[in-house]
């Protein structure tokens, strides 16, 4: 077996493309000045060794939200991603759609 058609090489090479996922936000009139009107943005070359936390960082940068980082949760496939993952841990590849949602703070 090459080194080419190896499984790791086919994880590092797709490592190497940037990818550029669809993401949903939910549609909150309450609060207008987060800007959620259940649009769907691309989010162009995003490199995949990032952080799901810092993916989200990125999101609400690109859509000038004011929605606090740490009320989001992401979602691909029905499942939360976890904030300290790197993105490419779930496989997510280009045109993929992630749902954000807002939850509620906790209660202290």
Same mark, same amino acid.
């Given at each position: 077996?090459? !080194?080419?058609?190896? %499984? ?9 493309? %940037? ?8 549609? $909150? ?17 995003? %490199? !995949? ?44 590849? $280009?045109? $993929? ?6 939850? $509620?703070?906790?209660?202290?």
């Amino acid at each position: 077996m090459t !080194l080419s058609t190896s %499984p790791r090489s086919a994880i590092v090479k797709k490592w190497q493309h %940037p990818t550029s996922p669809q993401v949903q936000m939910l549609s $909150d009139p309450s609060k207008l000045e987060w800007k959620l009107q259940g649009q769907i943005v691309m989010i162009p070359d995003l %490199p !995949l060794n990032l952080l799901v936390s810092t993916l989200c960082n990125c999101i609400l940068q690109h859509m000038q939200s004011m929605v606090p980082a740490s009320r989001i949760w992401s979602l691909w496939l029905g499942k939360m991603l976890m904030n300290k993952k790197l993105i490419t841990a779930s496989n997510l590849e $280009d045109e $993929d759609m992630l749902v954000f949602s807002v939850h $509620d703070p906790k209660k202290k």
